[in-house]
């Protein structure tokens, strides 16, 4: 084998290395990382200003979904097709809230109907988790480009 | 005859003691007290280990405070937060770097706050906030000129 046990000049080949630098230094970086590690990531909803954010001249007419809520949590979808005939449907509140399960079936129709854009335009009252909640379900239904109206 | 206490308990010698520890292996009694152990698969658990929270830390580089009085929605389809200025809606009050704003000075000071790096401005609100509050910091951002509006919110299920 490797070891050589007649001579004097030659070394034994086998060495053992000392691992227990490496453990220490291993046991700091766990200790360190878990220290610094975030449990609870929090991720974001990108959105942009539905209204007056950009010049008329540079707007070119988008296929676009607008989500009306007043401030009974009513809902009036009015669909606006890049070139024809604006058309619209109310969705009234279902036990006090928004009625969500109806609003995520219409911008799923919305979806596959190749609309690009909602506008949500919420009322004083509407709760933050109501917005948020509709900008989500037109990102569930394929709708990226998601516009939010200041009052 | 039952050994006494004084008998088991008697001081062997230092020498006797030392070759207990490190016996040459000459009875069948006297084993050795030295063993290695072996590190190798210890250091191997470990390295993996380090692997997974370092691949873990990716997009945690940036993260925002929440107080614990401030529940975020929730949202199924999201992505990681960006860079951006944070505004804060703790208790229908604003915050701009950790210092409340009052509602006439919030377009001076995110305009002040405005630099060429940070152009989204990240909006960190309780759910059971009236739009009321977001929406005004929305028109202050479109009057100090940012180009994207970012919502903290929580991955949903």
Redesign the interface.
Known sequence: MGMTQGSKNKKDLNVELN??P??DV??V??CF??M???W??????????AV??QSKAESTPISSVWLTVDENNNLTVMYKPAKGKTTSSFVPRKNGDIDFDTAKAVLAAAGTKKYEATHIL????????Q???L??LS??AGIRDIG???? | MRASILQKMKIASPIKEMARIQAKGGGKKEKSLFFSLNLTTLIDAFCILVIFLLSNMNGQLKNLEVSKNMILPSAKISDTMADGLVVKIENNELVVNDKKISRDDIAAVLLKAKTSETLALIIQADRKSDYENIGLVLRAGGQAGYEKYVFAVLPGT
Do not use: H, N, W
Not at chain 1, 40 to 49: A, D
Not at chain 1, 122 to 129: E, F, M, N, S, V
Not at chain 1, 148 to 151: H, N
């Open positions: 691992l227990l490496v453990f291993l046991s970086c766990i990382l878990l610094s590690v975030v609870v990531e929090i991720r974001s909803l990108e959105t942009k200003q007056g954010s919420p009322a004083k009252t509407t709760k933050y988790d917005v948020i909640r900008m989500d990102k569930q939010l109206s200041p009052i």
